[in-house]
């Protein structure tokens, strides 16, 4: 509760709220039934959520492709206060501890397991094309910044441990010609 100089009576703030990650909803445009499995939240503060539709896709076998969504489009699920996301990282310089990777944290986005991850959008455009160079997405306790507290070894395996990421790993090849 905080108080305004004009009016002293107190306002009260409502909690920030947002959709259980893992809870099965209905998404409105495409009329499909399925799971949010994260959560983004950008650098001007708009949140996306990860919609995994329910269903196999016929010609590869695979789940069918996720999509990103604003929560308007989105019916049912249960509603949770929104945990305390580290949002002052957004808009400063991280580096990636493991390969020097620099950049602006643009997103934050929160795994169904908890962890949570960064994009970091480097400056500068590629020499041979000129494109912008693509933004990475890097495990928060990877990245050192101003706005990141820094974690000692011990910390790091206890979050890890009850927040694990899921990392992307290449792909093994099954192939045995």
């Not at 580290?86 to 795994?111: E, R």
């Not at 050192?144 to 820094?150: C, R, T």
Request: hydrophobic residues 35%.
């Amino acid at each position: 509760m905080t108080t305004n100089a004009y009016n002293p009576a107190p306002i009260h703030v409502k909690e920030k709220q947002m959709i259980e990650l893992g809870s099965i909803v209905f998404e409105k445009a495409t009329g499909s039934k399925g799971m949010i499995t994260h959560m983004q939240v950008e650098i001007n503060n708009n949140r996306l959520y990860l919609f995994q539709p329910q269903g196999i896709n016929p010609e590869t076998g695979h789940p069918v492709k996720k999509i990103w969504v604003v929560e308007e489009r989105l019916e049912g699920g249960t509603r949770i206060p929104e945990p305390d996301l580290p949002l002052n990282v957004l808009g400063t310089q991280v580096t990636d501890i493991a390969t020097g990777f620099t950049g602006t944290a643009v997103s934050l986005c929160l795994h169904i397991s908890g962890c949570v991850h960064v994009d970091v959008q480097p400056s500068g455009k590629l020499e041979k094309t000129g494109a912008a160079i693509e933004f990475c997405d890097f495990d928060i306790r990877r990245l050192k910044g101003d706005a990141i507290p820094v974690l000692t070894k011990e910390e790091i395996k206890a979050s890890q441990k009850e927040k694990p990421s899921p990392v992307d790993v290449p792909k093994i090849s099954r192939s045995f010609n």
